[in-house]
């Protein structure tokens, strides 16, 4: 009667644990069909493997209507944690040690690459601005006249006449010229010269009576690869703007970009590469403590029932 007792829970629980083990083998055991005299067996394979382009769907399906849609994406990627990381990590590239501003460092380049920049910069500056000068011709030298003429400009003008004059030909002689003469003379002189070219030719005739012509690149080397000292309030303004630029083109493109990679397709995809084990390792490591929990309560209930089935039988 005793060794009953003990037996009958014994193997209640044993039966219990070892089916509940064996249903928990069988979601991913055998990994392929098997057959038998042309038939293929019963739970043959697995039911996980059996049904595996499904679940991949359906998992697809869950990844991308409730876990990463578009709404939780723009929310985490906006959220002040990222973007201040992503401020720091320009930040970083942006200014040095010392607090400086330099796009340098947020594109470091060689001697030969600078310079390839340098000059194909000044020479898309030269050429915008030749184009300008010569499409603005006449509107410059209208400039040039209106100049001229301008009351103030000639009062200044003949002063600076007068004034040469009388350091030339002292007091005396100054009494003898005629500064309204002069000045008219030199600008009937100016306009007519103005006339023979266009603006454009005038500077590039100017020019070439320069030891070396005239280039932006050593202006452009200042402003692209100088450190420069910045405010904290233009610090602060960088930040906003990044910022407003950063937030602008997650929430205009990044929906369109969800769109077009179609998340779930991506996430069914990969389960579908995955291989059997692996994914039979995958989902263990995920459940391994509740499937250990679900095999014991197995036994634990097959013990339980055990022991009432002796308790039926006693009374």
Do not use: C
Request: charged letters at 25%; zero cysteines.
């Amino acid at each position: 009667m005793e060794l009953e007792w003990i037996a009958t829970p014994l193997a209640g629980g044993l039966i219990g644990y070892s089916t509940n083990w064996l249903a928990i083998k069988m979601l991913f055991r055998p990994y392929g069909e098997k057959r038998f005299l042309g038939r293929t067996l019963p739970f043959t394979p697995g039911l996980i493997p059996k049904e595996r382009k499904r679940i991949a769907k359906s998992f697809g399906e869950v990844v991308e209507q409730y876990l990463l849609t578009e709404e939780v994406l723009v929310r985490e990627l906006t959220s002040e944690k990222v973007e201040g990381m992503l401020i720091g990590a320009i930040e970083e590239k942006l200014f040095t040690r010392e607090g400086r501003l330099s796009l340098e460092t947020l594109l470091p380049l060689g001697d030969v690459e600078k310079a390839q920049l340098l000059e194909g910069l000044s020479g898309r500056i030269r050429g915008e601005m030749e184009t300008a000068i010569y499409l603005k011709d006449e509107e410059i030298k209208g400039g040039v006249y209106a100049l001229v003429d301008d009351e103030h400009f000639a009062a200044a003008a003949r002063q600076v006449i007068a004034r040469l004059v009388e350091e030339k030909f002292g007091a005396l002689g100054s009494m003898f010229v005629n500064t309204d003469s002069i000045y008219a003379s030199i600008r009937g002189a100016l306009l007519d010269k103005l006339e023979e070219r266009t603006v454009l030719e005038w500077l590039q005739l100017w020019e070439k009576r320069l030891p070396e012509p005239l280039s932006a690149g050593p202006l452009l080397e200042s402003l692209l690869f100088q450190p420069v000292e910045v405010t904290s309030q233009t610090r602060k303004l960088l930040d906003q703007k990044i910022k407003a630029v950063y937030d602008a083109l997650v929430r205009e493109y990044l929906t369109k970009i969800i769109r077009t990679a179609q998340v779930g397709k991506i996430a069914e995809a990969q389960i579908n590469r995955l291989e059997t084990r692996q994914l039979e390792r995958m989902l263990l490591d995920i459940t391994s403590r509740e499937l250990s929990a679900i095999t014991w309560l197995g036994g634990i209930l097959g013990a339980l029932l055990g022991i009432l089935l002796l308790v039926f039988q006693s009374l």
